[in-house]
């Protein structure tokens, strides 16, 4: 009894630290660029009607306190 419920425990800590996702904090390249690109710069690009542009990190981190 006493070993079954220890394998219980331990097949149990393998299994949920093996599928736990890392906290990594996002990054522009990876992340936001991608959100930015399908769901913003369609219109936030030179010569759309969107008042400023998303097309680069500079543009995004300029206007980081209005997005």
């Known amino acids: 009894m006493g070993n079954r419920l220890l394998l219980t425990a331990v097949l149990a800590v393998v299994l949920l630290s093996t599928t736990a996702p890392a906290l990594e ?19 936030h690009r030179p010569g759309e009607h969107a008042p400023f542009s998303l097309l680069t990190y500079r543009d995004a981190h300029d206007k980081r306190d209005d997005i």
Request: net charge neutral; charged share 20%.
């Open 25 to 43: 904090p996002p990054t522009f390249s990876d992340e936001v660029a991608r959100i930015l690109q399908t769901r913003c710069q369609t219109c």
